[in-house]
């Protein structure tokens, strides 16, 4: 009965998504029935998505490993004890980090500061050319290493952005498409090189989808390249400026045709470890089922996903905005701060669900100068934190943060399940103790060989002096019980 009812319910979740379309095409301009099934259906799908996004995250964002623990003499350790405590996570929670640029990182408002290395692992450095070289020649390399080596030196791994930008473009710039071609492949591998090992990530290039488009040297140069053979020449260059580091292509088109210009760009040899997927929420949140499908679509690619550019208003929506001019009355409210803080537990919940997604970046940590002047933070104008903040706190490091106790086995092994990411050991058998590192990465073995200094493992009790306390025991009980049977006999007798 169980199966019968199992296999009815497959059916139908199989041919809903079949029926309700054509359901919703024969209504088309005779009411409201198509819009209410197809929004009904997408509801459907949210539930399913969330609802399997716990058992998503302990399967993809979990790994185990197993730590053997010796003595000097290299025998195993029975019985130590073992606490282990998650440093870090292997996936990148991050936000933007332009408050470093202001008068440098050290002279950065220090709630700001405390906040951001509180909860974050993940820093966006911005690098626009316009404002990295305003004058030919003059970079500002020194200030964007003191804020790399800021970050570094507090656990943070860090991503410049962007290299190429058809908006972002100096006076000084060159006019025809033969000197731009120079100079984009000058200033992609000077910046790059001379920040290899400093800068982990790089957009290399922002928003090629538009950038023919725009009416300038750069989008002329773009559009007389292509923007597949632009991209190409650009991953081309960083690639051989640093081949260690990370190369992104990101763009606010989440469509086929963004998905479309990726490929041509493989199939003009440019390589890319990772898309960049910009998700600016101003005019409202997407629908859930929305960002999963977003995933899906460009799974197929290979790449991990990075949200790169994430958006979530703590004030009311708006439409026809002006990038150019930034709005004074754009305020945080508190039911959209409780709005914010309830999407976004959801939207990360989501995105750290799925297999393809290696990192989040939020855009405007807090409401000061934030872009186009919303009430995009998480933090507001006075760096107070939102309950989004105390909500993504909770989750990264204390939902999915691991620690714990565990203890070897006759074996000397003890196997520990956690997130990916780095971890702290201590490890104690009676006065003895040793401290070690641990990185549980996403699909390796993971194994680890401590030494416990000083302790000499006791070789195992022999089995018959195991045995013989217990066979004692009952050899006694079993003469108790014969003579009380023998004194019980006696009196009968009596």
Same mark, same amino acid.
């Given at each position: 009965?169980? /199966? =019968? $009812?199992?296999?009815?319910?497959?059916?139908?979740?199989?041919?809903?998504?079949?029926?309700? %379309?054509?359901? @919703?095409?024969?209504?088309?301009?005779?009411?409201d029935l198509g819009p209410t099934i197809f929004q009904a259906w997408n509801?459907?799908?949210?539930?399913?998505?969330?609802?399997?996004a716990n058992n998503r995250i302990e399967k993809i964002r979990k790994g185990d490993a197993a730590i053997l623990v010796v003595d000097d003499n290299g025998t195993p350790v029975r019985g130590a004890r073992i606490y282990f405590e998650q440093l870090n996570h292997e996936f990148l929670f991050g936000s933007g980090m332009l408050p470093l640029t202001k008068n440098g990182p050290n002279a950065v408002n220090q709630d700001w500061a405390e906040a951001y290395t509180a909860l974050f692992n993940y820093g966006t450095l911005p690098c626009y050319w316009d404002s990295y070289e305003p004058k030919e020649g003059q970079?500002?390399?020194?200030?964007?290493?003191?804020?790399?080596?800021?970050? /570094? =030196? $507090?656990?943070?791994?860090?991503?410049?952005?962007?290299?190429?930008?058809?908006?972002?473009? %100096?006076?000084? @710039?060159?006019v025809s498409v033969d000197d731009m071609q120079r100079a984009q492949e000058k200033r992609v591998k000077d910046t790059v090189s001379k920040l290899c090992g400093m800068i982990d990530y790089w957009d290399v290039v922002n928003e090629p989808t538009m950038g023919p488009r725009v009416n300038n040297a750069l989008g002329n140069w773009m559009n007389a390249r292509t923007p597949q053979v632009a991209c190409a020449d650009a991953l081309g260059w960083s690639r051989s400026a640093c081949p260690k580091a990370s190369l992104i292509i990101n763009d606010y088109r989440t469509d086929i045709d963004f998905r479309d210009l990726l490929q041509n760009i493989v199939r003009q040899r440019g390589r890319f470890d990772a898309v960049g997927?910009?998700?600016?929420?101003?005019?409202?949140?997407?629908?859930?089922?929305?960002?999963?499908?977003?995933?899906?679509?460009?799974?197929?690619?290979?790449?991990?996903?990075?949200?790169?550019?994430?958006?979530?208003?703590?004030?009311?929506?708006?439409?026809?905005?002006?990038?150019?001019?930034?709005?004074?009355?754009?305020?945080?409210?508190?039911?959209?701060?409780?709005?914010?803080?309830?999407?976004v537990e959801k939207f990360y919940t989501l995105l750290f669900s799925n297999p393809s997604v290696q990192a989040i970046t939020w855009w405007d940590f807090s409401d000061l100068d934030a872009w186009q002047g919303a009430p995009a933070g998480l933090l507001r104008k006075d760096m107070s934190q939102k309950p989004a903040y105390s909500r993504l706190l909770?989750?990264?490091?204390?939902?999915?943060?691991?620690?714990?106790n565990v203890y070897t086995g006759d074996d000397g092994i003890a196997t520990i399940r956690g997130f990916h990411g780095f971890y702290k050991l201590n490890?104690?058998?009676?006065?003895?103790?040793?401290?070690?590192?641990?990185?549980?990465?996403?699909?390796?073995?993971?194994?680890?060989?401590?030494?416990?200094?000083?302790?000499?493992?006791?070789?195992?009790?022999?089995?018959?002096?195991?045995?013989?306390?217990?066979?004692?025991?009952?050899?006694?009980?079993?003469?108790?019980?014969?003579?009380?049977?023998?004194?019980?006999?006696?009196?009968?007798?009596?």
């Open positions: 009965m169980r /199966r =019968k $009812r199992f296999y009815i319910v497959a059916l139908i979740v199989f041919l809903l998504p079949l029926v309700l %379309p054509s359901l @919703a095409c024969q209504q088309g301009g005779s009411g509801n459907v799908r949210e539930w399913f998505i969330m609802s399997g970079t500002s390399e020194s200030l964007l290493m003191s804020m790399a080596d800021w970050a /570094r =030196k $507090r656990g943070i791994v860090t991503k410049g952005h962007p290299l190429i930008w058809a908006n972002s473009m %100096p006076p000084w @710039a060159p997927i910009q998700s600016h929420m101003h005019r409202g949140n997407w629908p859930l089922y929305q960002v999963w499908d977003i995933c899906e679509r460009f799974k197929d690619l290979d790449v991990p996903l990075h949200f790169t550019e994430v958006t979530v208003l703590s004030g009311s929506p708006r439409t026809g905005i002006d990038t150019a001019r930034q709005p004074s009355d754009w305020p945080s409210t508190k039911e959209g701060e409780m709005a914010q803080a309830e999407y909770k989750l990264i490091h204390d939902t999915w943060w691991s620690r714990g490890i104690e058998k009676e006065d003895k103790r040793a401290e070690a590192q641990l990185y549980i990465a996403r699909g390796l073995d993971n194994k680890l060989r401590v030494q416990l200094t000083g302790y000499k493992q006791k070789p195992p009790t022999p089995l018959y002096e195991m045995i013989w306390p217990y066979a004692v025991a009952a050899l006694i009980i079993v003469l108790l019980v014969l003579i009380f049977r023998w004194i019980a006999q006696i009196r009968r007798r009596i």
